[in-house]
């Protein structure tokens, strides 16, 4: 049976015209409410602000292959850190170093022709691709990926449909980036935001204390309430 697909990217591939396009202004966003970033995939352009927000300070850390790999600190109220990339590449993992199951990945291109899909599997790009002939990649980090190749007439719209298999086996391989596998379902993530909502600390204070040393005292002091 057909079903939707969310948190696949979409991207033009081939075909595309040589040039430079004209940079992005606005910012891709996530935000973290109940300790999990909305969204979980996202994407954007080389260079292009990419702003992670959350109500509390946190040390993220983000993993690429092609660019630099860098540990950033959200602090002030609400707490927002801004970073962008200068190299094309797909699925970088951002994780928080004190929740291991908070993460979440974002690809960036050299190019205005990408998206990724909704709830109900759809997506748009953000500019229309001009006359030609393009080769289209869809890609999700657990159902592999699919390319179709497509005409597009002068103002004319076009759809695409993507067959990708989301197999048991592929939802079954580990997360680099977390120590438990609950992550992969909702059910996974109440059985652990209902995990932290027990946890209790009383009032600590760290005067002239680096963030990164009090988050690990955080986590340490977590643990022994746990």
């Excluded at 969204?39 to 292009?48: E, L």
């Excluded at 950033?72 to 994780?95: C, D, N, Q, Y």
């Excluded at 592929?170 to 935001?193: E, F, H």
């Amino acid at each position: 049976a057909e079903s939707a697909l969310d948190d696949v990217v979409v991207v033009g591939k081939a075909g595309l015209p040589a040039k430079e396009w004209p940079r992005r202004t606005e910012s891709v966003i996530f935000e973290a409410p109940g300790a999990e970033w909305i969204p979980h995939v996202a994407a954007g352009r080389t260079g292009q602000a990419i702003i992670f927000r959350n109500m509390d300070p946190l040390l993220l850390h983000v993993m690429p292959k092609l660019n630099r790999e860098s540990n950033r600190a959200l602090t002030g109220w609400p707490a927002e850190v801004a970073t962008s990339f200068g190299l094309p590449e797909k699925f970088i993992p951002v994780t928080v170093d004190v929740y291991q199951w908070m993460f979440a990945y974002v690809s960036v291109f050299d190019h205005p022709f990408l998206a990724v899909t909704d709830a109900n599997g759809r997506f748009r790009f953000p500019e229309p691709l001009p006359p030609g002939t393009y080769e289209i990649e869809a890609q999700h980090l657990k159902a592999g990926s699919a390319t179709q190749t497509i005409t597009v007439k002068d103002g004319g719209d076009f759809q695409l449909k993507f067959d990708l298999a989301l197999t048991m086996a592929a939802q079954a391989v580990p997360n680099v980036t977390a120590r438990t596998n609950l992550i992969y379902t909702s059910q996974g993530r109440k059985i652990i935001k209902d995990k932290l909502d027990t946890i209790r600390l009383k009032e600590v204070f760290y005067d002239d204390v680096p963030l990164t040393n009090v988050l690990r005292m955080l986590h340490e002091e977590s643990k022994k309430a746990d």
